[in-house]
Structure formats: structure tokens, C-alpha cells
T-cell receptor, first 109, second 114 residues
């Protein structure tokens, strides 16, 4: 299965944009890119997913590189409630989601 | 109702006990998943049921036995567990079988094996 690489941790100031990077150089043509986040003591929460084109929803934006070897999750205005572990995940050949190690996002007031 | 409900939230059991974890969803989803999460690690996929049939077993030891009695309910039966099986067990569901889209997760059942 294709793997993802994310920084272990990132910091952001409150009300500023946050760009969370993810590398997936071995992605296959049929793999979707998913982002989930996990707040403390909670189950993971879906954020966004896409295949080739950039995607926007009420929570975030997903920017996908033209060669699809990397992507960036964009939180437009970080709040303290956005502090969480963010997982970038590729759907595998059997379409199951295998979580990588994730990025711990700290939001500073 | 957009929730996945897991019970119990906490479970302590001995190595000779038999217990079960339960997961329920009433969103009409047709796939349900069990994940295991150790402290400060990402969730690891254990089992996937798609249309009430076991589709994926990620080489999980037989002391973990999943069951999907109907499309809304998923159980994980536990027997003769080891202390290293202590973890957060997460259930998830998705609308259309194995998914390219959104998984809905419960808050998990925290298991401690003594």
C-alpha cells in the first residue's frame, strides 16, 4: 500500500491560516487522498478527501499537487478547537483506510 | 442520527474473561470497521464488514472475534486477551461498503486487560 509522510508536529497562531503538508510519492492513480483529525479522547473525524482536483468544504481546503505526489490541508483560520492530530491517508487497493503517523497541530492563543 | 455509538466506553477484564464490545449506527451505512489504537499511535485497521459480510481481516489473532448480526450492529468478542491488547478500540461506518469517502467514527471503547 502507498504510504504517506507528514511532519510529526506543527504550531500555528490562532486566527492564522495553517498549511499541513503530506507527501505520498508512491500514490497510485486510483488512490484517493483523505484527511482526518483526532481531538484528544475522541475518535477520528473526517475532514476532507479528493482525487485529483483541489477540494473545498466548510472545514478546510485540500490542495493536490499536479503530479499527485503531495498534498496540503489548509485550515483558513485556525482556532484553539483545531488543535488535534491530523492524518493524511491514502485509500489502499481494497479501499480500506490505513492511517499514517499524523501531525500534531498545536494552536497558540 | 449521524452517530456511531460504542459501548461500553471503558472495560477492564482479566486474561481469562470473555467480554464483548458493541457498536451501533442508524445511518443506513453498509460497511462497518474495527480499528485498534494504542496510546500515541495511529489507529490500525482490524476488520471490515461490507454488506454484513467480513471483507477484510488484517491478520488479527483469533482471540478477537468480530460479528455483524445486522447492518446496524457490529460486535467484537474478546476472549483470552493479553495485557498488550489493552488499547482504544474504535468502530467506524461508511455509507456504501468499502469506501473512497467518509468514515464516521465512534468515540471508542477503552480496554484494559489485567
Amino acid at each position: 500500500d502507498a504510504k504517506t509522510t507528514q511532519p510529526n508536529s506543527m504550531e500555528s497562531n490562532e486566527e492564522e491560516p495553517v498549511h499541513l503538508p503530506c507527501n505520498h510519492s508512491t500514490i497510485s492513480g486510483t488512490d484517493y487522498i483523505h484527511w482526518y483529525r483526532q481531538l484528544p479522547s475522541q475518535g477520528p473525524e473526517y475532514v476532507i478527501h479528493g482525487l485529483t482536483s483541489n477540494v473545498n468544504n466548510r472545514m478546510a481546503s485540500l490542495a493536490i499537487a499536479e503530479d499527485r505526489k503531495s498534498s496540503t490541508l489548509i485550515l483558513h483560520r485556525a482556532t484553539l478547537r483545531d488543535a488535534a492530530v491530523y492524518y493524511c491517508i491514502l485509500s489502499g487497493s481494497a479501499r480500506q483506510l490505513t492511517f499514517g503517523s499524523g501531525t500534531q497541530l498545536t494552536v497558540l492563543p | 442520527d449521524t452517530e456511531v455509538t460504542q459501548t461500553p466506553k471503558h472495560l477492564v477484564m482479566g486474561m481469562t474473561n470473555k467480554k464483548s464490545l458493541k457498536c451501533e449506527q442508524h445511518m443506513g451505512h453498509r460497511a462497518m470497521y474495527w480499528y485498534k489504537q494504542k496510546a500515541k499511535k495511529p489507529p490500525e485497521l482490524m476488520f471490515v464488514y461490507s454488506y454484513e459480510k467480513l471483507s477484510i481481516n488484517e491478520s488479527v489473532p483469533s482471540r478477537f472475534s468480530p460479528e455483524c448480526p445486522n447492518s446496524s450492529l457490529l460486535n467484537l468478542h474478546l476472549h483470552a486477551l493479553q495485557p498488550e491488547d489493552s488499547a482504544l478500540y474504535l468502530c467506524a461506518s461508511s455509507p456504501f461498503g468499502l469506501t473512497t469517502g467518509e468514515l464516521f467514527f465512534g468515540e471508542g471503547s477503552r480496554l484494559t486487560v489485567l
